[in-house]
């Protein structure tokens, strides 16, 4: 059966040549469905970078900023990561690309510093923003009210880690033990996903009078029988109940009116002040944890050269995938977009090392001014919600 799909797939899925492109490593490279920068520098060290496409648009979305943090050329200076899950369409991912870091870098500006209560208020800057577009935009198109993203961020300033959260993406550290010589994975993020017992308690504290809360269907914990993650930006539809209605999809519609928000936007942040034997942060969607375990992630950056990590541990994901369903990842790499999606979720994985002399000069120091983003996306021209240049970089 499974040979008789592959042929299928074969003669109708052939990937377009349009998608291979070679060339500088800049901004990135294209091989097939992948993207990839092996290697770059930020202020606090080296990066790599690699995105896989598995959906017809490409729902993930990621940059890396570095430089000045605020507006002003005074500082403070560091390194910003972001890695967004889109879900049900690329708008909010495409949004959150497009506008988180311009409010981190305003609120860095009023408070003149960073702190996790800018980035608190980046965050709900954010989801503010994309919800007046869905306001903007429902008459004509109410599709956009079911369209979320997850929003992951590592923010590296004056020798401080902050690390802010609305759903199932995942950050790890890698942290070298000198006595023995490992380097050990540190699980960095909280995971907003109702498999999560605490997250189903959490909800149903939330909700007291609401019994359907949570619902086991088909064997998987969802959120009013409908979405896994209990936290992100957007999904409108499960926030306001005045946009939970026809002509929205009946799959998106409850029967009950609601009043209080049912996913919430607030991050989970923390802070920690990096040590020299820290040693490289990753930063995933959760398409690359389906496949790796946070130590196998780990030592397969510790293990190889840091130019090209980030796409090596898409590549492993992939085999992973492509083994569990008895394929070649060559076989894996001839199906198309779409198709894709029925074998693996999209992947992004930014890998920052962190050079502990550069940690520590670097709220003074400026360093390279970078921005990237991740995975060379052409943005159809009548797209729901703005989105800039799909890869860029102002300096290197």
């Known amino acids: 059966m499974l040979g008789i799909l592959m042929n299928l797939l074969r003669g109708c899925c052939q990937p377009s040549s349009d998608h291979v492109h070679t060339g500088s490593d800049v901004v990135g490279r294209q091989d097939g469905l992948l993207w990839y920068k092996d290697i770059g520098q930020?202020?606090?060290?080296?990066?790599?970078?690699?995105?896989?496409?598995?959906n017809p648009l490409l729902e993930d979305q990621s940059q890396i900023e570095s430089g000045s943090l605020s507006n002003f050329e005074s500082g403070p200076y560091g390194t910003f990561v972001g890695v967004y899950d889109g879900h049900g369409g690329p708008e909010t991912a495409r949004y959150i690309n497009d506008n988180l870091f311009r409010?981190?870098?305003?609120?860095?500006?009023?408070q003149n510093s960073m702190s996790e209560d800018v980035i608190r208020k980046a965050?709900?800057?954010?989801?503010?923003?994309?919800?007046?577009v869905?306001?903007?935009?429902?008459?004509?198109?109410?599709q956009i009210a079911a369209v979320g993203s997850c929003c992951?961020?590592?923010?590296?300033?004056?020798?401080?880690?902050?690390?802010?959260?609305?759903?199932?993406?995942?950050?790890?550290?890698?942290?070298?033990?000198?006595?023995?010589?490992?380097?050990?994975?540190?699980?960095?993020?909280?995971e907003h996903n109702a498999s999560f017992e605490s997250v189903r308690h959490e909800l149903r504290s939330m909700h007291p009078?609401?019994?359907?809360?949570?619902?086991?269907?088909?064997?998987?914990?969802?959120?009013?029988?409908?979405?896994?993650?209990?936290?992100?930006?957007?999904?409108?539809?499960?926030?306001?109940?005045?946009?939970?209605?026809?002509?929205?999809?009946?799959?998106?519609?409850?029967?009950?009116?609601?009043?209080?928000?049912?996913?919430?936007?607030?991050?989970?942040?923390?802070?920690?002040?990096?040590?020299?034997?820290?040693?490289?942060?990753?930063?995933?969607?959760?398409g690359l944890w389906e496949h790796l375990s946070n130590q196998e992630a780990v030592n397969l950056v510790q293990g190889h050269p840091r130019n090209g990590s980030a796409r090596k541990l898409v590549k492993t994901a992939l085999r992973g995938a492509a083994k569990?369903?008895?394929?070649?990842?060559?076989?894996?790499?001839?199906?198309?977009?779409?198709?894709?999606?029925?074998?693996?979720?999209?992947?992004?994985?930014?890998?920052?090392?962190?050079?502990?002399?550069?940690?520590?000069?670097?709220?003074?120091?400026?360093?390279?001014?970078?921005?990237?983003?991740?995975?060379?996306?052409?943005?159809?021209?009548?797209?729901?919600?703005?989105?800039t240049s799909s890869t860029e970089t102002n300096s290197s």
């Open 42 to 54: 930020h202020v606090n060290g080296d990066f790599s970078m690699a995105v896989v496409q598995a």
């Open 103 to 110: 409010h981190l870098k305003r609120f860095t500006t009023d």
């Open 123 to 132: 965050f709900q800057a954010t989801e503010e923003g994309f919800m007046s």
């Open 134 to 142: 869905v306001a903007r935009q429902w008459p004509l198109k109410p």
């Open 152 to 190: 992951l961020t590592a923010i590296i300033c004056g020798g401080t880690l902050y690390i802010a959260n609305v759903g199932d993406s995942r950050a790890v550290l890698g942290r070298l033990v000198k006595v023995t010589g490992e380097v050990l994975a540190m699980q960095l993020s909280e």
């Open 209 to 286: 009078n609401d019994p359907n809360i949570v619902v086991l269907k088909h064997n998987v914990w969802r959120v009013k029988g409908i979405i896994q993650i209990s936290r992100s930006i957007g999904d409108v539809y499960l926030k306001k109940y005045e946009f939970n209605r026809e002509p929205l999809l009946p799959k998106f519609r409850l029967r009950e009116p609601f009043k209080k928000s049912i996913l919430s936007a607030e991050p989970s942040v923390h802070s920690l002040k990096l040590q020299p034997h820290d040693q490289f942060l990753i930063l995933a969607s959760d």
């Open 324 to 387: 569990k369903r008895e394929m070649r990842y060559s076989d894996l790499k001839k199906i198309d977009r779409g198709v894709r999606r029925h074998f693996h979720d999209d992947i992004t994985v930014a890998v920052v090392f962190l050079d502990s002399n550069l940690v520590i000069r670097a709220s003074s120091n400026k360093g390279p001014t970078i921005s990237v983003r991740g995975g060379g996306i052409n943005v159809p021209p009548n797209s729901l919600a703005p989105c």
